[in-house]
């Protein structure tokens, strides 16, 4: 009922203005005009110097950017405190801005600051999750747990890739085929998470079966010299060749050392390779699976 006489107060508003430009004169209709251009020309000189006054506020937030980068880059800060820096700076010089514009256009920014405050619980709600990646990544930045460059897995999706950028609500992957993953900073600050990269050495274990009928002290040795000849090994730490379990048509045999953490998957890829060349040489036979079928023939 409230809004149906409301809608009716303003129909007879309008009907009133309505007759009253019925009603008037040729001349009572061009000095109401005429009275009218020069605010509409007021207004339009503001919204003209609006625009002037964003295209510059947004050449000196450029260049306010461009200085804290450059601030940022000869001190000791950590490359993705420096984005995440950058990308706060940005949204607050152009949150400034706009206030600016709305004060140059003559809408109070007290008025509006009034109604975000007691929106402000709604607009909490509305962005939660958005909130929750901005604290994310204030804590990824905090704690450290991985930095631009590391490779990483998120264990509840199994996302995984170079860190590139940590922004202000999201963190970008880059994965081994060239995918860009954009991970919300609020899944990696809340879940559990593998980097791959902290290291600056891995353990790699490899492991081959041979047959129950091969010789096992022989199989042994060729993979040990296998191992002895591999250069990226690192020779400070320890190397073995170890029988890992009796399998039901193999005895699985393992093979343990250590590597740079840049070298794991080239060692991991040349040395698989290379034990299967060896056991071949040596005559030691890797069993597979076969399927036998009888067939008999009826009397």
Not at 59 to 71: A, E, G, S, V, Y
Not at 152 to 174: A, H, R, W
Request: aromatic share 8%.
């Amino acid at each position: 009922m409230v809004v149906l006489d409301q809608v009716k107060t303003d129909l007879e508003v309008l009907n009133d203005v309505a007759q009253q430009v019925q009603n008037a004169e040729p001349g009572q209709i061009r000095a109401y005009f005429e009275g009218l251009l020069p605010k509409l020309l007021d207004f339009g000189v503001k919204v003209l110097l609006a625009l002037v006054i964003w295209f510059v506020g947004g050449r000196i937030i450029r260049l306010l950017r461009k200085i804290l980068r450059r601030f940022l880059e000869r001190s000791s800060v950590d490359v993705g405190v420096k984005q995440f820096l950058d990308s706060f700076a940005k949204a607050a010089l152009y949150f400034c801005l706009f206030m600016i514009l709305l004060g140059w256009l003559g809408i109070s920014t007290a008025s509006v600051v009034a109604v975000l405050g007691s929106a402000g619980l709604a607009i909490g709600m509305a962005l939660q999750g958005s909130l929750g990646n901005f604290a994310g990544g204030v804590l990824i930045l905090l704690l450290r747990p991985f930095k631009v460059g590391d490779y990483i897995i998120e264990d509840s999706n199994k996302n995984e890739g170079t860190v590139t950028e940590i922004q202000l609500f999201y963190t970008k992957l880059v994965t081994p085929d060239n995918r860009v993953i954009v991970i919300p900073n609020g899944t990696l600050s809340n879940s559990s998470m593998t980097n791959v990269t902290q290291q600056d050495k891995r353990r790699l274990d490899l492991f081959v079966g041979i047959s129950y009928e091969a010789d096992l002290g022989a199989a042994k040795k060729v993979l040990c010299e296998l191992l002895d000849r591999e250069e990226r090994r690192l020779s400070q730490e320890e190397s073995m060749v170890f029988v890992d379990s009796l399998e039901d048509s193999c005895v699985r045999l393992g093979c343990r050392l250590w590597v740079a953490t840049g070298d794991y998957w080239q060692v991991k890829w040349d040395l698989t390779e290379r034990m299967k060349l060896a056991l071949d040489e040596a005559g030691i036979v890797i069993p597979y699976n076969q399927l036998e079928v009888t067939i008999k023939e009826g009397s």
